[in-house]
């Protein structure tokens, strides 16, 4: 599965999120304070503005602080009550429909089938609770001013706190169940399209296997060991190598992402085959990722691999036939997590140089390194499959050969090589800088390069190395990839190759990848209550779409502010769309250009700001995790259930100071 | 508002609403088929017009309901759908997320099913694009599948395109039967039940085939349905069934298939070749009198230049002598300049040569038209007539072949005829055995079935001597020759003497670029050598011999003596030039450039076996601790014989002397000759046979 944002351990993540989160809040109320007072000073002069300032926060603080749960579980249900009204219940009639028009555009022969119903299911429902949300929200606080209802709830003793908090809760408390019923229909819908059973007969099948003499002996009779092969029946779009054991039992091997296993079955002389559901296809793999980092054909420390002149530059490639190859540093290796081998999963990128051996896949091996004593065994030799996860387990104990075993000394930086690289230009000192930074750290110093040394008869003589005792340092253990085949190239990503664990619930990875959509639907009902406490219905439903379509377009949109986009920034993009001007040349020069440019550096400005304090809607769908069999982690969950909790407190003040404000709400 | 005027206002709404329906009834009311009971209706203006320009759904292909559905349901925004789609596929393409390519593609094609450009591309895309990015070649042919399939479904939805037809076509014809892997996916193919199904039996399998009949159901549709030819020009569209026909034929016997299958294949090809220049095909010229584009055969150019000929020739009749006299007339009038150039053989004249006598001959071309012009009396006018008839002809005939060049007419007609001759067929035969033969070590049958297809390729040459200068059949020529080289050289052999692709290899040899010079430098160093000019002489040699390495670098099997002609010119050579150095001397150069191509004629040569023989036999008295007088008497003669063999080979070729190898050799040779003199209290004889060797290496040894 491709990750390109790293996801950072949770205790190394919270502190710099909460800064920054404490940072932001601190502006946005500074911000606040000001104008406030500034228009309080406006209406009432300096002094009393200040007094009126200084009440309203005190007021604030108070209403905060003082919110009763009562009321505010009678204003959720209210909304509750609200939505069921406003005929909430549509929204299955159009999820129903989806459902039943899925299959025409699921196709069944997909190789990765599992992926392409995630990949509908989960944004389908996701969108369409978003749009619901969305509605709901943003109309509520309105319609209220408009029927005069809001009116009556103030004359109680209910804090617009309370008002807030209660719409919020309420719509959250709707898109949830409306969510929750979805994810059941889809995980029921998910389940019956891709359960399927092949039908395989006696015709399909052809026997295998070395034949033996018949027991008299005299007999050349050949005898049916009783192992079968061949070709299931089609289903799905697809097909399976059939291999059935001489106990009857077999499996249709894998392929499409999944397996089945069969039962040969003879009743009455006649023999039939039973096929099971496909298995391993709805799995939640726990996996364990390591750091990854590269040395070069010179077994010299890079900070990346080749580049082939893929467009995409997600992975890095090493050459083969010589001594460049990709590291990965695992941490938390330990023989209770991994009682009985180390099982690799690499989904590596095969880049061929020349045509080679078309039937045969591109060599390749993998060594395991233990990083305090350098002591490496060449564990698996592999042909690479590209698209397709590749399992290599790698042994507990390996024999030792001639060859296999050997040492990789790391070879560190002199103190006189680091002052020679600081008095570099300031471009080779930034590559250096960030070579360090990507650098093996061994010990607190940073490795430049490996050497080869063999290894002494004390290794030799054992005969045999244990995984754990002799290349495992503590906890920390490395593996590394090479290509074998001279000339030609793999390409790797960190995430391309881990250590599968263990395998985690489907059932419960399903429910978490909702969880994602449950987040993005907590942030729209946020937004949308935040906004209709001081817009028009249809102004909070745009600025709420507005929200949205920003924070699923926030890295372009900061792109935008950074000015790294080609055709500089919107204003200058205009004048070159009418005037026909390629974006990669530099824009005509004159007042026209210098003047759009200028408009640019503020809009880029107050774009750039707008843009961080958007939610970044994407990354809190995890449907690519489910889709890719990968178990979604308590610290995703962590992470980004805590961005989804600050974001919600934040709209949640933001819009009580605001609704208490408005003229009606005193 | 009161009221009133709110309901006033719903009234001339209504009204206004009443008045459009006509308007729109008028405009776009459907069409109605007749049934039994009621007479159907052409439709509205709109209805009329779609059917006319046949755009209504029904008329483009398969009605697809979900289609529909959406298209209705983006309510106007389809395009910007669309567009969204199409970007969503290009970035999933860039991400390598095949599975999500699929989906969007198939998401893209309920928006815009009727856009042929799109089913076009992203079926190229699947079955060229997609299907290389994966390392295994299984893969690559699913994804090639895939694309056929997908252009297939844009071929339901618009059932009335023959360039879909024709794309589906080419992606089977030319995509699996000419990638990189192309013996692997045509076996896929072949063995594909789930694209093929049980209709198809696994002989009519043949990627080539079915590409065949998918062009043949573009034609179909062009012919029939009176659907107009878009994309390709016409000759081109209905070319491609005969190519691909052609390429069966080649495949089937590049798979190891002789015999029978393979002729009819050929013979099908020919016949498929022969009724495409029966076809009518329009050319972009206009015709004056019909105002329609003038229809051309590309079988009528022999037709078109016979006319023309026999109108000559009866305008000839005319007036006998007449033609004769004016080509008199214009000889006469050409300069001397253009006589000298005229005069002069081809292969002799320069550059400015050429280019007058080509002006010259143009200018002696006497055309129908100036005789038809001087002819008087009554048939004066009919001879005009002929000479502009002639014209028109000569025309046609030459419009005719320029068509004919556009798809390789000649060509392919020629080799359609060729491949199946008995000859072609067997010399195919045999090369591929032969191949076979080689690829699994055998390297005895190897060399021949090499030999044996080597005379069935002169058979067809010396038959159809037309395809000598014919790229494809060099090519062909030059494996054979070239397998068999590395047979005979894996096995030490040489290429016998009477090779029977040697006038071939003789032609490679004058194709050579350095072949000229090296016979050019050769002639000025006999022209130095006649004039006593030694050091001229000796450069030319010099000069001339590096050229023939460059000459044996591009026709390799001249190593192997594969042509005696040459090989003896080359021979020559260096024998002129070692005298020349003798008679300078000078020492022969050790790395002259030809050392290995003499060294391969020493060692097979019979004088240098014989040498060696007798100084095997001589050497064995070595061994013995006391050897009689007898035996050493029998070695000293068996060396004596070694050593007069050896002579005569360094006399047949006097630059072996210089060769490490051999002389080493040679210096063993003597130093037990030597040892056997002495154990006879001998020495060398004063005029020794070998003294040159001894004279040259003896030193150096010392040393």
């Not at chain 1, 996701?126 to 029927?147: R, T």
């Not at chain 1, 010179?298 to 080749?306: C, V």
């Not at chain 1, 051996?357 to 390749?364: L, R, V």
């Not at chain 2, 893209?108 to 089913?119: D, G, S």
């Amino acid at each position: 599965m491709v990750i390109e944002t790293p996801q950072y351990p949770f205790f190394e993540w919270l502190p710099l999120s909460l800064m920054s989160f404490l940072l932001v809040c601190g502006s946005l109320l500074a911000v606040a304070l000001v104008f406030g007072y500034l228009v309080a000073a406006l209406r009432h002069g300096p002094i009393r503005a200040f007094t009126i300032t200084a009440r309203a926060i005190a007021d604030g603080m108070v209403d905060l602080v003082s919110i009763s749960p009562r009321r505010v579980m009678a204003l959720t249900w209210l909304s509750i009550k609200d939505s069921i009204r406003r005929r909430v219940v549509v929204v299955f009639g159009v999820f129903i429909l989806i459902i039943l028009f899925a299959g025409w555009f699921l196709d069944p022969g997909s190789t990765h089938p599992l992926r392409l119903y995630i990949s509908f299911v989960l944004p389908a429902t996701s969108y369409l609770v978003l749009a619901l949300v969305l509605f709901l929200s943003v109309f509520s606080i309105p319609a209220d001013l408009k029927s005069k209802t809001l009116h009556t709830v103030v004359t109680k003793p209910v804090h617009a706190s309370e008002i807030v908090l209660g719409r919020m809760l309420g719509y959250i408390a709707v898109g949830t169940i409306i969510l929750a019923v979805m994810g059941t229909i889809s995980y029921v819908f998910v389940l019956r399209g891709l359960n399927h059973k092949h039908i395989v007969t006696q015709a399909d099948l052809e026997s295998v296997g070395t034949t033996q003499e018949a027991p008299d002996g005299d007999s050349e009779a050949p005898q049916s060991t009783g192992m079968q092969k061949g070709i299931s029946g089609r289903d799905h779009g697809h097909r399976h190598e059939v291999r059935i054991k001489a106990d009857g039992r077999g499996i249709l091997e894998r392929t499409h992402d999944h397996w089945h296993p069969i039962v040969r079955k003879t009743e009455n002389g006649e023999t039939t085959y039973e096929v099971g559901n496909p298995e391993g296809m709805l799995v939640a793999r726990v996996p364990v990722y390591g750091k990854l980092r590269f040395v070069d054909r010179q077994r010299k420390a890079a900070e990346k691999g080749i580049n082939v002149g893929d467009e995409w530059a997600y992975r890095s490639y090493i050459e083969g036939g010589s001594l460049a190859a990709a590291i990965w540093s695992f941490e938390g290796i330990t023989p209770e997590a991994f009682p009985k081998q180390l099982p690799v999963e690499m989904t590596l990128g095969v880049f061929r140089s020349y045509k080679g051996d078309i039937e045969k896949g591109i060599p390749g091996s993998l060594l395991v390194r233990n990083p305090k004593t350098g002591l490496t065994v060449e564990a698996k030799i592999f042909r690479a499959t590209e698209f397709e996860t590749d399992i290599q387990n790698i042994p507990k104990e390996f024999t030792i050969t001639p060859s296999n075993v050997y040492y990789l000394d790391a070879i560190k930086v002199s103190e006189a090589e680091k002052h020679a690289n600081e008095e570099k230009d300031a471009k080779d000192e930034k590559n250096a800088q960030t070579a360090q930074a990507d650098g093996e750290q061994e010990a607190g110093e940073q490795i430049a390069s490996y050497k080869r040394r063999e290894a002494g008869d004390d290794i030799k003589n054992k005969g045999k190395l244990d995984l754990f005792e002799d290349l495992v340092d503590g906890d920390r253990v490395e593996i590394w990839l090479q290509c074998l085949a001279p000339a030609q190239y793999y390409g790797a990503a960190q995430a391309d190759l881990y250590l599968h664990a263990k395998d985690a619930s489907f059932f419960l990875n399903f429910v978490k990848g909702y969880f994602g959509a449950w987040m993005q639907m907590v942030l729209v009902a946020s937004f949308g209550v935040m906004f209709s406490t001081f817009l028009s219905g249809p102004i909070a439903m745009l600025a709420t779409v507005g929200v949205l379509i920003g924070g699923f377009f926030r890295t372009s949109v900061i792109e935008v502010a950074r000015g790294e986009n080609y055709g500089g920034g919107p204003a200058e993009s205009i004048i070159r769309i009418f005037t026909h001007q390629n974006v990669t040349s530099e824009a005509n020069p004159g007042l026209q250009t210098d003047v759009a440019q200028m408009c640019d550096a503020v809009i880029q400005h107050c774009l750039g700001i707008a843009a961080r304090l958007l939610p970044e809607f994407g990354q809190f769908s995890c449907a690519d995790y489910l889709a890719y069999g990968f178990n979604i982690s308590s610290t995703w969950i962590s992470e980004h259930g805590l961005t989804v909790l600050a974001f919600f407190f934040v709209l949640f003040v933001l819009g009580s100071f605001i609704l208490k404000t408005r003229e009606v709400a005193r | 508002m009161s009221r009133n005027r709110s309901f006033r206002r719903k009234i001339i709404y209504l009204v206004l609403i009443g008045l459009l329906l006509p308007a729109l009834y008028v405009l776009g009311h459907p069409e109605a088929q007749s049934t039994e009971d009621a007479k159907g209706s052409r439709g509205g203006w709109l209805a009329q017009i779609r059917s006319e320009q046949k755009l209504s759904q029904a008329q483009l292909g398969e009605i697809d309901p979900t289609s529909e559905t959406i298209k209705l349901a983006t309510f106007g925004l389809r395009p910007i759908a669309a567009n969204l789609l199409w970007h969503k596929a290009i970035e999933c393409k860039k991400k390598k997320d095949w599975t999500n390519l699929s989906a969007t593609l198939n998401q893209l094609t309920k928006v815009q099913p009727n856009i042929i450009e799109f089913w076009r591309f992203q079926g190229w895309n699947l079955a060229y694009n997609c299907s290389t990015e994966f390392d295994d070649y299984r893969q690559r042919y699913r994804w090639v599948i895939k694309g056929i399939e997908f252009i297939k479904l844009g071929q339901n939805y618009n059932d009335r395109e023959p360039r879909l037809l024709s794309n589906i076509g080419w992606i089977i014809s030319q995509k699996i039967g000419r990638a990189d892997e192309h013996k692997q996916f045509r076996k896929m193919f072949r063995e594909d039940d789930d694209y093929h199904g049980m209709a198809r039996s696994k002989s009519e399998r043949d990627n080539w085939l079915v590409g065949k009949e998918w062009y043949q159901k573009a034609e179909d549709l062009v012919d029939t349905e009176d659907v107009p030819i878009t994309g390709d020009s016409p000759l081109i569209f209905r070319s491609k069934r005969p190519m691909c026909q052609m390429n069966y034929s080649e495949a089937i016997e590049e798979d190891g298939t002789f015999g029978e299958k393979a002729k009819t294949a050929w013979e099908t090809a020919e016949s498929e070749w022969y009724e495409l220049g029966q076809l009518a095909i329009p050319t972009t010229r206009i015709d004056p009198t019909t105002k329609k584009p003038l229809e051309i055969r590309l079988g009528d150019r022999e037709r078109h230049l016979e006319k023309a000929a026999e109108m000559s020739k009866e305008i000839d009749s005319f007036a006998p002598g007449l033609r004769k006299k004016i080509l008199d007339e214009k000889r006469a009038k050409l300069t001397a300049k253009q006589l000298k150039a005229m005069n002069t053989p081809p292969p002799e004249r320069s550059e400015e040569q050429y280019r007058i006598a080509a002006e010259a001959e143009a200018l002696l071309v006497v055309t129908d038209k100036e005789v038809a012009g001087k002819v008087e009396g009554k048939n004066r006018s009919r001879a005009l007539d002929l000479a502009k008839q002639a014209r028109l002809e000569r025309e046609r005939a030459k419009m005719t072949n320029s068509y004919r060049s556009i798809v390789n007419y000649d060509h392919w007609l020629l080799r359609a005829q060729v491949e199946q001759t008995d000859n072609l067929l067997t010399a195919r035969r045999l090369v591929y055995e032969g191949d076979e033969a080689f690829a699994s070590g055998n390297l005895p049958e190897a060399g021949e079935k090499y030999r044996d297809g080597s005379v069935a390729w002169m058979n067809v040459l010396a038959q159809f001597p037309q395809l000598i200068p014919d790229r494809d059949t060099a090519e062909q020529v030059d494996h054979v020759i070239s397998q068999y080289q590395k047979t005979l050289d894996q096995r030490d052999e040489l290429f016998p003497a009477d090779f029977a692709l040697a006038p071939f290899v003789q032609i490679q040899v004058a194709d050579a670029n350095e072949t000229p010079p090296a016979r050019d430098f050769a002639k000025k160093a006999q022209k130095a050598l006649a004039e006593g000019d030694l050091d001229a002489a000796r450069a030319s040699f010099r000069d001339s011999i590096a050229a023939w390495n460059k000459v044996l670098a591009a026709v390799p099997s001249l190593r192997l003596l594969s042509d005696r002609k040459t090989v003896k010119e080359i021979t020559d050579l260096t024998r002129a030039y070692a005298a020349v150095l003798k008679n300078t001397g000078q020492p022969f150069p050790e790395n002259f450039g030809l050392e290995s191509f003499i060294w391969v004629q020493v060692e097979h040569d019979a004088l240098t076996q014989a040498a060696r023989k007798a100084a095997d036999k001589a050497t064995a008295v070595l061994d013995k601790k006391k050897p009689s007088k007898e035996e050493l008497a029998a070695a000293d003669k068996g060396f004596q014989q070694s050593l007069a063999d050896w002579r005569k080979v360094l006399d047949k070729f006097p630059s072996a002397i210089a060769d490490k190898s051999i002389a080493d050799e040679l210096m063993m040779t003597i130093e037990h000759y030597k040892q056997v003199l002495q154990k006879q209290d001998k020495k060398l004889p004063e005029k020794f046979i070998l003294q040159d060797v001894v004279d040259r290496y003896g030193k150096a040894k010392k040393s």
